[in-house]
């Protein structure tokens, strides 16, 4: 029985939690196709990462590192993850669908020669169910070839739970000379969790009217240790960075509690938050298209009611 | 220099979509189509790298007859020429790579700038196969794009940030939202683009094989939200807020 792949990701040598969401969609796969999983962690210095994926009870955990891994590159990255594919009698390659899983696992995918699914939301051991038109569509999927390649939707799976030690063992690669080098990382720094991993998201739209007017949606989310969001228009107006963006090409979030405020509700933004457990609408627009997905929405002007909302929070939490 | 864009045929994505009550497929009749607005914004930054510095720009497309339209608009915008690779029905995306590298093979870009990704089908897949098929770099999710001769320097919108990537020259290129705002066509651009040369060719022609790797089986809707409840006041929506999401 062929084996699953799971590639991990991190973020300055530490796991990312979104992996752990990818990591059950393995485990459940494994179980339909009566296979195993491996999981891959590939980079300079990496084995840290890899120490902490296994204490979640995987087959084996297998550590790349060399020199000229240190920062990703598509094209060395890819042909690692080939290689170990082809040495360990893998059927499935699968990572989060991340920037990096987006741009990395395709090319995985030519490489391999192999069919690929992305953004998906489960397997049934034969057909891969995915989203399609801004996740207004779900689509069932049967990929033909001996290998399959899919990117997992984390927001679709729990977190995996620690589940005992795993092996780890290590694989000296082979790197290509790339013909793409990297520059430079211009983080945005914030002190507030990613998107996809917060519990509270506050986000906000044009109705805020401009970027000084998104301390209001700071505020509320930083009572909750929220993340705070923005919608397409917010970002390409200037008023909030990129990485921001909510939406069927930004971030796909499912949050316990997520507050959409003055943002009228873009079929784009809609997919990308719709999956959060309780949505609360705030929009002077009682016609906006957001209160029709809202499990709580109140049809007023946020200027007036913000705050007001969020001080009564503060009170109520003794903050 | 010499640019080859792509011009994918896609459903109006402000359309909102149903699927056909069989599973089937989705439900076209009364659709209105457009070309993929991230090709839209490709073929921007395409035109932008011939005004600035000349060159040629090809226009790709694969589907029916009908995307001819929108190899058209591309036209109509400012690229020079246009290639209709004539398919009837379903392509993946990898089929649509493979295309791709023939025509790389046939016309010899210095550079390929994509859509990172269609609206129809979200895959995200095209511009990192064909940079896998063909041995190229790829710099994908680009908001920002500068030539330097026989390399670009690229800004790429990545999680927590925006990364910079050097890539050789040729290479592919995808593009996001805020690589550039396109150009509507202007009516001199759509007069002109009608004598603007279009060839349509086959995949036979380009010794493709088009068939698929993945296969669609059928289609669902996502489980409906039952939202639409709207509170009085501010007191009732903390109240919500309290009981039953459990906020504070």
Known sequence: MANILLIAEDKKRELKKVTLNALTFAKQAAEKINGQVIVLA????????????????????????????????????????????????????????????????????????AGMASDVLGFDGATFTRTMWAGNAYANVEITTPIKVCTVQGTAFDTAEKAGDSPVESFMPTIPEAKTRFIGFNESVSERPDLTEASVIVSGGRGLKGSENFKLIEDLADLFGGAVGATRA???AGWMPNDLQVGQTGKIVASDIYFAIGLSGAIQHMAGMKNSKY??????????????IADAGLVADLFKVLPEITNTIRKEMGK | MKVLVTAKRVTDPDMKIKVKADGSGIELSGMSYKINP????????????????????????????????????????????????????????????????????????????????????????VPQLLAGYLGWGQACFASKLQIN???????????????????????????DLRLNE???????????????????????????????????????????RKGG?????VPELLKALKDEAGAF
């Not at chain 2, 279009?198 to 669902?220: E, M, N, W």
């Open chain 2, 229 to 233: 409840r709207i509170v009085a006041d």
């Open chain 2, 38 to 125: 991230f090709d839209e914004i490709a073929i921007e930054e395409a035109i932008r790298i011939k005004e600035q510095s000349g060159g040629e720009v090809i226009v790709a497309s694969i589907g029916g007859d009908e995307a001819q339209t929108e190899i058209r608009t591309g036209l109509a915008m400012g690229a020079d020429r246009g290639i209709l690779v004539k398919t009837d029905g379903d392509v993946d995306s990898d089929a649509v790579a493979r295309v791709l590298v023939k025509l790389v093979e046939k016309e010899r870009p210095d550079l390929v700038i994509m859509g990172k990704q269609a609206v129809d089908l979200d895959d995200n897949q």
């Open chain 1, 234 to 236: 917010a970002v390409d």
């Open chain 1, 42 to 113: 590939v980079g300079a210095g990496i084995s840290k990462v890899a120490e902490e994926i296994s204490a979640y009870g995987v087959s084996k955990v297998i550590t790349a590192e060399t020199d000229g891994l240190e920062n990703y590159i598509a094209e060395t990255w890819s042909a690692v993850v080939a290689d170990v594919t082809r040495a360990n009698d893998v059927g499935l390659v699968c990572m989060a669908s991340t920037s990096m899983g987006k741009d990395l696992m395709p090319r995985v995918a030519a490489t391999l020669g």
């Open chain 1, 279 to 292: 949505i609360i609408a705030i929009n002077k627009d009682e016609e906006a298209p957001i209160f029709e």
């Open chain 2, 149 to 175: 001769g026989n390399t670009a320097t690229v800004a790429r919108e990545v999680d927590g940030g925006i990364e910079t990537l050097e890539i050789d020259l040729p290479g592919i290129i995808s593009a």
């Open chain 2, 182 to 224: 396109p150009r509507y066509p202007t009516l001199p651009g759509i007069m002109k683009a009608k004598k603007k040369p279009l060839d349509t060719i086959h995949p036979a022609d380009l010794d493709v094989d088009i068939t698929p790797k993945v296969v669609v089986k059928g289609f669902s809707n996502p489980p409906e």
